[in-house]
């Protein structure tokens, strides 16, 4: 299940990419990393987290854009030091963006792998988020929450990304 999600993120990256050749003032690729903080059934034994994103951004019209996004992110554990007790989230999520004078709020939806720290779970991955954009970067609050078979695991943060 894992191969087949990040194969469709990376046809989603190439998709972008293809339309980043026709026409590169309306679509931006970016990179960035949003640390978190856990809340709800993730932050019982979850602190934390920290990790690596990647942003591709269409713009439909002044107003209007659409995104795709995903990553790798690293949740640690609250009771164990070592690294192999740490939760790993993959988001794979695309949704669309209102925009206005740079300010923008926006919705994502997709899919949410977690594996690690004792656990396996996958589900249904929402994301709304608020932020600025200028130039080639964006700042922005985010949440984020996979539901799961016996509830959700639910993260808030700051997302920094520079765009090309």
């Given at each position: 299940?894992v191969?087949?999600?990040?194969l469709?993120?990376l046809?989603?990256l190439s998709?972008f990419?293809?339309y980043?050749?026709?026409?590169a ?12 903080l856990t809340?709800g059934?993730?932050k019982?034994?979850?602190s934390?987290?920290?990790?690596v ?8 019209s ?14 640690k ?9 740490s939760?790993?989230?993959?988001p ?14 926006g919705s ?40 799961v ?5 639910s ?7 520079v765009?090309?």
């Amino acid at each position: 299940m894992v191969k087949k999600s990040i194969l469709l993120a990376l046809s989603l990256l190439s998709l972008f990419i293809s339309y980043a050749q026709d026409d590169a003032k309306k679509v931006k690729l970016g990179i960035g990393t949003a640390p978190s903080l856990t809340v709800g059934n993730l932050k019982n034994n979850f602190s934390y987290g920290v990790g690596v994103q990647f942003l591709a951004k269409y713009t439909v019209s002044k107003n209007i854009s659409v995104f795709a996004q995903t990553g790798v992110d690293l949740f640690k554990n609250k009771y164990a030091n070592h690294a192999a007790t740490s939760l790993m989230h993959i988001p794979l999520v695309a949704g669309m963006r209102l925009t206005s004078n740079g300010f923008f709020a926006g919705s994502g939806v997709g899919f949410g792998i977690w594996d690690g720290g004792g656990m396996a779970s996958n589900g249904l991955h929402f994301s709304p988020q608020i932020g600025y954009e200028w130039k080639k970067c964006q700042v922005f609050g985010h949440y984020g929450s996979t539901k799961v078979s016996d509830g959700s695991l639910s993260y808030a943060g700051i997302a920094f990304f520079v765009t090309f």
